[in-house]
T-cell receptor, first 113, second 112 residues
């Protein structure tokens, strides 16, 4: 079956702009979680969605938001981009929740200039 | 807040030797501990996991041990091979809020 798909793979944005990233989970998976990966901070949990509802949230500012659609596809949005937002953004899908195996997408590499 | 510390940050071992990576967690309510392997330029992939009702789990050359009292868990790789070279992340998931906290990763180099 198809894996987790993230689009786009690469993105370059200017400070102050906003960006939307997309994640299509594995068919049948209802939980989608998002992570920010940077060399200095490693993998950090952003939020998790299940059945179109945000179930958990990490310690990120309100500029980071997301949503999930009825087909379980998810988007995350970052507004008023800062240089420090440059990172690899990974999404992962799980059958039920983060207590079950998470399957990661290839990620979206965001560069803010 | 919750924290997961992972050591060492870099580890080099001779091919065929064993590698051990250790993690400690702060939230005593954590009950699920997965380990992910990320090869260069690739996505993280689950290699083994353990739940708080088990002390040890083994899958071929890979094993994980959990000490709930001390709040630490370790990944053991025996008979290391070149393809084991990667970054390994531990994680802890809390029972109360399901937040997943990752360690900062260990870069494992397998030397020929």
């Amino acid at each position: 079956k198809a894996g987790v798909t993230q689009t786009p793979r690469y993105l370059i944005k200017t400070r102050g702009q906003q960006v939307t990233l997309s994640c299509s989970p594995i068919s049948g998976h209802r939980s989608v979680s998002w992570y920010q990966q940077t060399p200095g901070q490693g993998l950090q949990f952003l939020f998790e969605y299940f059945s179109e509802t945000q179930r958990n949230k990490g310690n990120f500012p309100g500029r980071f938001s997301g949503r999930q659609f009825s087909n379980s596809r998810s988007e995350m949005n970052v507004s008023t981009l800062e240089l420090g937002d440059s990172a690899l953004y990974l999404c992962a899908s799980s059958l039920i929740d983060v207590n079950t195996e998470a399957f990661f997408g290839q990620g979206t590499r965001l560069t803010v200039v | 807040g919750e924290n997961v510390e992972q050591h060492p940050s870099t580890l080099s071992v001779q091919e065929g030797d064993s590698a051990v990576i250790k993690c400690t967690y702060s939230d005593s309510a954590s009950n699920y501990f997965p380990w992910y392997k990320q090869e260069l330029g690739k996505r993280p992939q689950l290699i083994i996991d353990i739940r708080s009702n088990v002390g040890e789990k083994k899958d071929q050359r890979i094993a994980v041990t959990l000490n709930k009292t001390a709040k630490h868990f370790s990944l053991h790789i025996t008979e290391t091979q070149p393809e084991d070279s990667a970054v390994y992340f531990c994680a802890a998931i809390g029972n109360r809020d399901d937040k997943i906290i990752f360690g900062k990763g260990t870069r494992l180099h397998i030397l020929p």
